[in-house]
């Protein structure tokens, strides 16, 4: 949407996070300066703090930062793209919401449209769009049109329709208003039920992976919001559940239940291997997994590359002492938590310890200090010194928290990631979680077993 130019008593900047202005064509902030900018909002001195910075081009000038994501046209007009707000991040891709949101109203009965990204149940990260539409629209319909028009990143795990999106007092969509969708993924095609005791089976894995409650035969597994965590988790389960080794990319070439029955059918049963509690001991082999990472890690300048680091925004009120005994609930229940990489007669171990020293360490910072407080705060681990996790908690104010998170690759993935951050929430609620049967140094030693080393056999032959 073009905005034009500057005009009367105010100036357009366009910039980067850090203030700095972007070359023409390149997205960045708008923000204004000019005698007609405010002093601030009334009451308000943290958001007035947020919004309203010194200039760094005119001294003694304030600028107010829009939230509008824009960039300058070669005539000098500014075009508008969306609100930066509406940035979203999800499995490593960086959305803007409004494109998916245009790509929607541009199909015919569409009256209104809005995307925003959703957490499920296992903690991931999805999009949800909602539409007010003619009662004739097909949803399906709808995400067959997005499919030719969108990558495969930006489709909306799950469409909903709604008579009339809900509005803000001055008439703005109001997206806090907006229903969470229900267990059903209510994007798909016409629902066709399971047919045979194969697709019974594989209907309810991935009902479990994906944390829903029916899927039909002809849905897409990664229309209904399946990523390369979830089909790892799939062929987990397949080769659990059903004792068939379904190679990963597999899933990505038969995506429906339908064509990976088919698929399965024509596969080869499988022992499974169960693995048990190891025998105490000082200290546990390392997984080839650990090894692995313990020497990338030795690396020139890869102190760092395997840390694995996030910063979660927290609104409301927050219980500081529930968020410390959450936490430490969780490195008692992880063994991994309390572990140490170290060396012992030239050998590689993972030693366990019964108790670590561990507190969340407390910031107090305006909006202003805060990528500071972050850049500070990660840095790298000593592998042989647990716990190889450290928490943060920066107060920016009363109902406003940023907790930082940062654990080494050597004792985590990307799935227990997500399950630590589930568990979290769980304990910080109180609630009580099962007891766990086994733990990764039982995986650990499994891997130097003769059941593992029978299981590798072909594939030594084969390399």
């Known amino acids: 949407v073009p905005i034009g130019k500057a005009w009367l008593n105010a100036r357009f900047y366009i910039v980067d996070a850090a ?59 500014v075009d508008f793209i969306g609100r930066i707000d509406y940035q979203v991040k999800i499995r490593g891709f960086r959305i803007e919401l409004g494109e998916i949101e245009t790509a929607l109203l541009r199909f015919p009965g569409v009256k209104q449209a809005v995307v925003t990204d959703r957490t499920d149940e296992q903690g991931q990260k999805y999009l949800c769009g909602y539409v007010a ?31 009339k999106l809900p509005l803000t007092p001055n008439g703005k969509i109001d997206r806090k208003a907006l229903p969470e969708p229900t267990g059903e993924v209510e994007a798909g095609r016409e629902y066709v039920a399971p047919r045979t005791t194969l697709e019974t089976r594989l209907a309810l894995i991935w009902q479990q992976v994906l944390g829903i409650t029916r899927v039909g035969v002809q849905d897409d597994f ?17 080769r659990k559940e059903l004792q068939v080794e379904v190679p990963l990319r597999e899933v990505f070439r038969y995506t429906t239940i339908e064509q990976l029955a088919q698929r399965i059918g024509g596969l080869r049963q499988q022992e499974t291997y169960e693995i048990t509690r190891a025998a105490e001991a000082e200290y546990y082999p390392v997984s080839s997994e650990q090894k692995r990472l313990y020497v990338l890690r030795q690396l020139d300048g890869a102190e760092r590359s395997y840390n694995m680091s996030a910063a979660l ?18 490195i008692q229940r992880h063994e991994t938590l309390r572990t140490g990489i170290e060396q012992v007669q030239g050998e590689l171990v993972q030693r366990i310890y019964d108790e670590v020293d561990f507190a969340v360490d407390y910031f107090q910072a305006s909006e202003q200090e805060v990528d500071q407080v972050v850049e500070a705060y990660y840095h790298p681990f000593d592998v042989t010194k647990p716990p190889l996790l450290r928490i943060g908690l920066i107060e920016v104010a009363e109902d406003r928290h940023i907790l930082l998170f940062d654990m080494h690759h050597i004792v985590s993935d990307g799935i227990s990631t997500a399950l630590l951050f ?13 007891p766990l049967l086994i733990q990764y140094k039982d995986y650990a030693v499994w891997q130097h077993s003769e059941a593992y080393g029978q299981l590798l056999q072909p594939q030594k032959e084969d390399w």
């Open 19 to 77: 203030l700095k202005p972007v070359p023409v064509g390149v997205p960045g902030e708008l923000v204004i300066g000019g005698a007609g900018v405010a002093r601030g909002y009334w009451n308000r001195p943290e958001l007035t703090a947020e919004k309203f910075v010194d200039s760094p081009f005119v001294p003694g000038e304030r600028l107010y930062r829009t939230g509008d994501l824009a960039r300058w046209l070669e005539d000098g007009n």
């Open 422 to 434: 589930d568990e979290f929430s769980r304990l910080y609620r109180g609630e009580e979680l099962a």
């Open 133 to 163: 539409a003619d009662a004739s629209l097909q949803l399906s319909d709808l995400l067959s049109q997005l499919k030719q028009e969108l990558p495969a990143h930006m489709f909306p795990a799950r469409l909903v329709s709604l008579d």
């Open 313 to 330: 925004l927290l609104e409301g009120k927050l219980d500081r002492t529930r968020v410390e005994h959450a936490f430490r609930a969780l």
């Open 222 to 238: 990664f229309d209904l919001g399946g990523h390369s965590l979830r089909a790892s988790t799939l062929v987990s389960k397949i």
